[in-house]
């Protein structure tokens, strides 16, 4: 059972004494701030500095161990960015996942622009996320409008008011979701001076009627090569009439550290610097079978790009494997000539011995054992060879391209600007 209050940002007494850990798995984002530049840590909670690594969600699930080992006290395991965690939904996903497998008791939470989220409340429900953040600085698209220079949603990009009026609708729809799932709610307004300073209330007025409980007014840090690098950062006295005005409507946050994207330790001792070598081992870690001499995927498709062909209608394979800078197809390697019986799926087996998976778009049960029992995993999803790929070799949820289109499609940015914790 999970004990919320052991939650150090939510909970501002047991700061001192529980920690917290942010699991960089999330590169993409599919928003644009007029705020961010993504040389450069996300500025909606995280101060600017170069992004220390990215992991996969494997990646993430061995240096949790080593985080634990180092920090007992950590309580929470969250996702931060680097982008925003609904543009990397698989990654995510699969991360939390192997965290209920393993660590049950962790508060888990997660930090988003809200544009992306809807699709998967229920998967957050029921991996155990708690805590849900969503960044909301306007409820009005006029003044949305001057703070996101852009909004992609699948793979349309929506600017100016229409964009702005998109994210807003998301956004709200996606505090009333979570409060409808028992999940707890911090909404972060990122405060501009002359753009929304006199708004960040009204925020707090009409996010609060929607059931969120907790408001964290974040004073703008004007970042390098950005719309607003020019503009003041708010001072202490702006942002505490703020929170008071703030606070007639909803709790305010007052002790956020407005942490990097890897963060890790307690909010008044953070450890990020001593085990930023850890995550950087863990980033270069390999799946095991790849030592296990296996480092194809065998495809089954009519023209090589989508997998759109059955297992059993595969006249031959496309042999992918890994390269520098991504995937590449290795060869076309013929099938065994279809025959009857067991004994042809025992050839295919022999025949794809090198590769770690055969990706198709159906199996039957009697050749999925065959392979399987081969040591190759065998996937019946849909969708383009090369999405899917990289569930296979990331250790994503490769499952989510079964039932769901798109299911590990991401946003555009695949830059190493931070979202939230
Ligand atoms: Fe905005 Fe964060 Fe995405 Fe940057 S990474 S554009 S600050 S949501
Ligand atoms: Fe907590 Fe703020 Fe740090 Fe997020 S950025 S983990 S809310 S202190």
Same mark, same amino acid.
């Given at each position: ?187 972060? %307004?990122?405060?501009? #001076?002359?753009?929304? =300073? +006199? ?10 009627? &929607?059931? !969120? ?124 000539? %279809?025959?009857?019986? #067991?004994?042809?799926? =025992? +050839? ?10 055969? &990706?198709? !778009? ?60």
């Amino acid at each position: 059972m999970k004990d919320s209050s052991k939650h150090p940002c939510f909970n501002k007494s047991s700061a001192g004494s529980c920690g917290r850990v942010h699991l960089p798995v999330a590169p993409k984002c599919n928003i644009q701030c007029n705020y961010c530049n993504r040389k450069y840590d996300c500025v909606n909670e995280s101060r600017p500095g170069v992004s220390s690594g990215v992991l996969k969600p494997f990646q993430a699930s061995t240096y949790m161990e080593k985080v634990l080992e180092a920090e007992p006290r950590i309580t929470v395991a969250g996702i931060a960015g680097p982008g925003d965690p609904f543009a990397n939904p698989a990654e995510v996903l699969e991360t939390m996942r192997l965290l209920e497998k393993d660590h049950p008791e962790l508060i888990f939470c997660l930090s988003s622009n809200g544009m992306n989220i809807l699709p998967y409340l229920d998967d957050l429900k029921d991996l155990g996320v708690s805590h849900v953040t969503i960044t909301i600085s306007a409820v009005d698209p006029e003044i949305g409008a001057k703070i996101y220079s852009w909004v992609k949603d699948g793979n349309v990009v929506y600017r100016g008011i229409k964009g702005a009026e998109l994210l807003l609708e998301r956004q709200l729809a996606a505090i009333k979701g979570l409060k409808e799932r028992g999940i707890t709610v911090k909404v972060n %307004s990122i405060v501009i #001076p002359g753009i929304n =300073d +006199e708004h960040v209330v009204e925020v707090a007025k009409v996010v609060s009627e &929607l059931g !969120a409980d907790i408001q964290n007014l974040i004073p703008l840090k004007p970042t390098e090569d950005t719309p607003f690098h020019s503009f003041e950062e708010p001072d202490h006295k702006m942002i505490n009439r703020l929170r008071k005005e703030a606070s007639e409507y909803i709790e305010q946050m007052t002790h956020c550290r407005r942490c990097r994207a890897d963060a890790v330790g307690l909010l008044s001792n953070d450890k990020s610097g001593c085990l930023s070598g850890t995550l950087q081992a863990c980033s270069k870690l390999t799946p095991l079978n790849l030592e296990a001499g296996r480092p194809f995927v065998a495809v089954a498709s009519r023209e090589g790009m989508l997998i759109n062909q059955h297992l059993g209608e595969a006249k031959s394979f496309y042999i992918w494997g890994q390269s520098a800078d991504g995937y590449r197809l290795i060869e076309e390697r013929p099938a065994p000539t %279809s025959g009857c019986g #067991p004994k042809r799926w =025992d +050839e295919l087996a022999a025949v794809l011995k090198d590769c770690r998976a055969v &990706l198709c !778009a159906a199996v039957g049960e009697t050749p999925r054992l065959a392979l399987e029992e081969s040591g190759i995993a065998c996937h019946a999803i849909s969708g383009f060879i090369e999405t899917a790929l990289e569930a296979v070799y990331t250790g994503g949820n490769i499952e989510a391209l079964s039932g769901r289109r798109g299911g590990i499609a991401g946003g555009c940015c695949t830059g190493t600007g931070l979202n939230c914790g």
